[in-house]
């Protein structure tokens, strides 16, 4: 069974930094592209990057570059998002995601609808 686990998200302070995780189960992990998306209140989900874990060729949203950073540690089948110069607008809950076939990221990257397994969300606080 494909499972994926979110976690590292907490309160804090805007121009702080948070790393989430995303460890994965019942696929060959190296395979696979991961996604992460951020569903704020009241808006809709947004899907912020993609990495290849394999190479780690990531694809990042403009309102995220700079700030944020992907990276794979296939040996524990987790990727890591490093988000750093946190806003309060980066209030979210983080998810990430998996398409259903092994492979690189899809096309669009950004739209859920090319994911098929998800993790169950972290929330991410800013305080300003």
């Known amino acids: 069974e494909v499972q994926l686990q979110a976690s590292g998200g907490g309160l804090v302070q805007a121009g702080g930094s948070l790393r989430l995780s995303c460890t994965a189960s019942g696929f060959t992990f190296a395979d696979y592209a991961i996604g992460w998306f951020r569903q704020a209140p009241g808006k809709e989900r947004e899907g912020v990057l993609c990495i290849r874990v394999i190479g780690g060729h990531t694809y990042y949203a403009d309102s995220v570059k700079g700030r944020f950073t992907a990276s794979s540690d296939n040996a524990k089948n987790t990727v890591h998002l490093q988000i750093n110069s946190l806003k309060p607008e980066d209030t979210a809950v983080y998810y990430c995601?998996?398409?259903?076939?092994?492979?690189?990221?899809?096309?669009?990257?950004?739209?859920?609808?090319?994911?098929?397994?998800w993790g169950q969300g972290t929330l991410v606080t800013v305080s300003s």
């Open positions: 995601a998996a398409p259903q076939r092994p492979g690189g990221c899809p096309f669009p990257y950004y739209s859920d609808r090319w994911y098929t397994y």
